[in-house]
């Protein structure tokens, strides 16, 4: 099918962000956030934000993966620069015909995100609360 795409094709930035064969732009998965790695605002957020990109890898390099394009919810005219979305595009990756935010928001690894129409909520990291 069309949105079929080999893991070999798919590096894993962190639990929410992809890059194909190499190339940018990188592709914001929706519907979901995953904790920080680079930019974590705590320690807790960085060792979950690692744990997410390694659960997403593990869920990558199980193959049966589907990848489609969606529009990302941005102001008319800024899609592909860096006012939408930090220049990425959007997209939903299924493995096994589930979608991939769905596992690491039920595994704990992520939080529900989503965006309506040309903007999005303050995006939800929940991970430093108390520290």
Do not use: M
Request: charged fraction near 25%; hydrophobic fraction near 30%.
């Amino acid at each position: 099918t069309p949105g079929e795409i080999p893991p070999s094709r798919i590096l894993v930035l962190d639990g929410d962000t992809i890059r194909i064969d190499g190339r940018k732009p990188d592709i914001r998965l929706v519907g979901f956030n995953a904790p920080e790695t680079s930019r974590a605002q705590c320690k807790a957020e960085r060792d979950l934000g690692n744990a997410a990109t390694r659960r997403l890898q593990q869920l990558v390099n199980g193959g049966a993966l589907d990848l489609r394009s969606v529009a990302c919810n941005c102001t008319p005219g800024t899609e592909g620069t860096e006012r939408c979305n930090y220049g990425r595009r959007c997209g939903v990756l299924k493995v096994d015909g589930r979608d991939v935010g769905s596992i690491l928001i039920d595994e704990k690894l992520a939080v529900p995100f989503h965006c309506s129409g040309t903007s999005c909520p303050p995006t939800p990291r929940p991970w430093c609360r108390g520290n």
